[in-house]
C-alpha cells in the first residue's frame, strides 16, 4: 500500500498543472518535451519505486532518464527459473554490467533472490552493496547442493539498519560479527550455532526486532539489550532434530511470537514483567494431544498472565479448550485485547466445533478487563449454535468492559451472543 501511494503520488506530479497532453493525439515529440521537463529529484523518485532491470529500461524515455536511473538508490536482482542456465547466464552477465553502470556513491536497498547461485558472482553484488554503505539488504539465496555462506564483508557492515536472511549460512570468520547500526534482523531456514546466536545478539546493540522462521541449532535466547523489543519465533515444520528445550531469558521484550513444534520442543519463558503482547501457536498437532503440551502450556500461561494482548490460533485454541473443559483455571490477567485465528486449514488441527467459543467465552469471564475482542474463523463450522450455550453454561460476568468486537471472514450473527450477553 506504502508503494502505490509513494507511486501515485509520484505520477500525479509528473504532469504540471496547466500541462495535459491528450493519449490520443499521438504527439509523441510533445511527451518527449514533458518528460524532459521533470525535477532531477522526481525522476529519481520514480526510479526508486522500480526493481533494478525496470530502472534501466526507461534509459530510452530521454538523455537525461540515460544516465539517472544509473544513480538509483536501489538494487534488484532475481532470477527463480531451476531449469534455464543458459537463461540464468545471460542474466548474471547482465546484472554484472548494470553493476558496472551505476554510478550512485550510496546504496540504500540491495535484494538478491536467486536460486542455484553463482557464488562469485553473488558476492560481487552484496561486496558493491556493502562498498556503498547499503542500509537495507534482504537476501535469499536457494543452493541445494551447497548452501550460500555469507561473505565476510557482511559481518562487519556498520550501515546496515535491516537485514533478511532466508537459507544463507552464517558463518563469521573467528566468529566475529559487528552490526552498530543493525535496527532489523530475520533469518530463515538455516542452522544457527549457540555461539553465533550469541554474538548476532551481542553485537547488534540497537537490534529492536529480531525473527527467527525454521531455524535450529541453539538452546538459549539470551537477550539483555534494552533496545530489542519484538521476537517471532517459529520452529521448521520437517523432520530436522530440533533441540528439546529453547530457553528465552529477555527481560525487556513486549512482543512475542511462538509457533511451536510440539513434538520436538519445549519454550521455556522467563519471567518479563515487560511483556506486553503474546502470539502462541503449534504445528505438527496430532489426534492424541501429549500430556507434556498441556503441562507447558499451563506453565506458559503462568509465565504471562499480565499481558495486555493475548493472540491465539487454531492448534493452542485447541489445547487451551481442553485444558478449560477439564477443570483448568486460567489465571486472571490484565488482558485488554483478545485475537482468535481460526485458518483454512483448521481440519488438520482436529478442532471441534466447541473448541473456539469455549476457549473465547471462557478467557472473556477470567479477563474482565478484555475491552477488545477480534475473530478471524475461515471455518463456519465453528461459528454454529454453539455460542449462546455456552456463554449461559460458562460466564459469569457481564463483560462490561468489552467494547470491541470485529469479525473478520465471519458470516451471519454467530457470535451476537457475546454483545446480548453484555447488554443483560
Known amino acids: 500500500m506504502l508503494v502505490s501511494t509513494r507511486k ?10 496547466s500541462q495535459t497532453v491528450s493519449s490520443h493525439s499521438g504527439n509523441r515529440s510533445s511527451r518527449t518535451e514533458l518528460m524532459d521537463q521533470l525535477s532531477d529529484d522526481l525522476i529519481a523518485d520514480i526510479l526508486s519505486l522500480l526493481d533494478t532491470k525496470e530502472a534501466a529500461r526507461t534509459s530510452v524515455l530521454g538523455s537525461r532518464w540515460r544516465f539517472l536511473w544509473a544513480q538509483s538508490p536501489n538494487l534488484d536482482f532475481e532470477f527463480l527459473d531451476w531449469y534455464q542456465p543458459n537463461k540464468r547466464k545471460e542474466f548474471v552477465d ?11 556513491k550510496k546504496l540504500e536497498k540491495l535484494t538478491i533472490n536467486f536460486n542455484d547461485c553463482s557464488v562469485p558472482d553473488v558476492d560481487h553484488w552484496i561486496d558493491f552493496g556493502c562498498e556503498r554503505n547499503v542500509q537495507t539488504v534482504k537476501l535469499r539465496i536457494q543452493n541445494e547442493r551447497h548452501p550460500y555462506i555469507l561473505p565476510k564483508i557482511m559481518y562487519t557492515s556498520s550501515s546496515l539498519v535491516s537485514l533478511s536472511l532466508e537459507f544463507c549460512n552464517i558463518q563469521p570468520p573467528e566468529g566475529k560479527i559487528k552490526w552498530p547500526s ?30 527467527l522462521h525454521q531455524c535450529w541449532g541453539f538452546t538459549h535466547l539470551t537477550i539483555n539489550s534494552t533496545n530489542l523489543h519484538d521476537l517471532v519465533l517459529r520452529d521448521p515444520e520437517d523432520q530436522i532434530d ?5 530457553t528465552i531469558s529477555a527481560p525487556h521484550i513486549k512482543y512475542v511470537d511462538l509457533l511451536v513444534y510440539h513434538m520436538k520442543r519445549e519454550i521455556q519463558l522467563q519471567p518479563c514483567s515487560s511483556l506486553v503482547s503474546v502470539g502462541y501457536n503449534f504445528i505438527g ?24 494482548e493475548l493472540h491465539l490460533h487454531d492448534a493452542s485454541i485447541q489445547v487451551v479448550s481442553k485444558l478449560l473443559d477439564h477443570g483448568w483455571q486460567l489465571p486472571t490477567g490484565n488482558i485488554r485485547c483478545l ?17 473456539l467459543p469455549l476457549c473465547t467465552l471462557v478467557i472473556l469471564n477470567a479477563s474482565p478487563t478484555i ?10 463450522q465453528m461459528l454454529e449454535d454453539n455460542w449462546t450455550q455456552l456463554a449461559k453454561e460458562k460466564c459469569n460476568g457481564d463483560f462490561i468492559n468489552l467494547k470491541f468486537i470485529k469479525l473478520i471472514n465471519v ?6 451472543c457475546v454483545s446480548k450477553n453484555k447488554e443483560n
Open 8 to 17: 501515485s503520488a509520484a505520477l500525479h506530479r509528473c504532469v504540471p498543472p
Open 242 to 246: 530440533l533441540e528439546p528445550v529453547l
Open 94 to 104: 547482465g546484472m554484472n554490467r548494470l553493476i558496472g553502470a551505476c554510478k550512485g
Open 285 to 308: 498437532m496430532d489426534k492424541v494431544i501429549p500430556k507434556a503440551v498441556f503441562f507447558n502450556t499451563e506453565t506458559f500461561f503462568e509465565e504471562i498472565h499480565h499481558i495486555q
Open 339 to 355: 485475537r482468535m485465528d481460526v485458518a483454512w486449514d483448521v481440519k488438520q488441527t482436529l478442532l471441534s466445533s466447541l473448541d
Open 411 to 416: 458470516v451471519g450473527d454467530s457470535v451476537g
Open 371 to 380: 475491552d477488545t475482542l477480534i475473530i478471524s474463523c475461515d471455518y463456519p
Open 182 to 211: 543493525l535496527i532489523k534482523l530475520q533469518i530463515s531456514g538455516v542452522q544457527i550455532s549457540q555461539l553465533v546466536m550469541d554474538n548476532i545478539l551481542l553485537a547488534s546493540p540497537r537490534l529492536s526486532s529480531l525473527q
